[in-house]
């Protein structure tokens, strides 16, 4: 099946620990994004890639980090100076055939602390 | 950086009813999507909207493009339990898009 997959789907973090996020896709979609959830509020961009080797941050990227190696893959890692990690992870990505975008997203990762 | 305001925030309805909501944003784009998530789980594409004026209908949802390119809205009728969750209106421009704060809908049979 063609599709976004993120894993774990629940992830716990102690203090002072780094923890990566994993998303894989295999739609051949160009650009791929991260955005944090807290409850009850809207979804926040913390990076995106619009093209292998190449990242730019968004709203929130503060204490997080972001590589793009292949064009399948998109890991997030939440480091030691994100000092509020609890949060839902979704990994989304899309194409633009035309120049019209649409963007699909993974089933999402519950980040908690310990 | 970049804001959408989507409102209402909240909204608790009789099954049958319609329901509205919208979306306004400070900068003008040429992409607005609406989605829908549930629970624990990742949005869901609604209806994509991409040309100023467009009108999109999927089933028993309709949308529309703001000809002012700032502004969409999204319209569920006759609404059924099954149309419980957050929705959520997404804009900008080619390979950088942000969402609303999220519209959560009830439904009361």
């Known amino acids: 099946d063609g599709g976004i997959t993120q894993s774990p789907k629940y992830l716990f973090r102690k203090e002072g620990q780094n923890v990566t996020l994993s998303c894989e896709q295999n739609?051949?979609?160009?650009?791929m994004y991260w955005y944090r959830q807290d409850p009850g509020q809207g979804l926040r961009l913390i990076y995106y890639?619009?093209?292998?080797?190449?990242?730019q941050k968004g709203d929130i990227a503060e204490g997080y980090s972001v590589s793009r190696e292949k064009k399948e893959s998109f890991p997030l890692t939440v480091t030691s100076a994100q000092k509020n990690p609890t949060a839902f992870y979704l990994c989304?990505?899309?194409?633009?055939?035309?120049?019209?975008?649409?963007?699909?997203f993974g089933s999402g990762t519950q980040l908690s602390v310990l | 950086g970049q804001q959408l305001n989507q409102s209402p925030q909240s909204m608790f309805i009789q099954e049958g009813e319609d329901v509205s909501m919208n979306c306004t944003s400070s900068?003008?784009?040429?992409?607005w999507l609406w989605y829908k998530q549930d629970p624990g789980e990742g949005p869901v594409l609604l209806i994509a909207?991409?040309?100023?004026?467009e009108l999109t209908s999927n089933g028993r949802l309709t949308a529309q493009f703001g000809i002012t390119r700032k502004d969409s809205f999204l319209n569920i009728s006759a609404s059924i339990p099954s149309d419980v969750g957050i929705y959520f209106c997404?804009?900008?421009?080619?390979?950088?898009?942000?969402f609303g704060q999220g519209t959560t809908l009830q439904v009361k049979p």
């Open positions: 989304a990505s899309s194409n633009w055939t035309g120049g019209r975008e649409k963007l699909f």
């Open positions: 739609l051949n979609h160009d650009a």
């Open positions: 890639s619009q093209i292998v080797n190449d990242f």
């Open positions: 900068s003008i784009f040429n992409t």
């Open positions: 909207l991409y040309k100023a004026g």
């Open positions: 997404c804009s900008g421009n080619t390979g950088k898009l942000i």
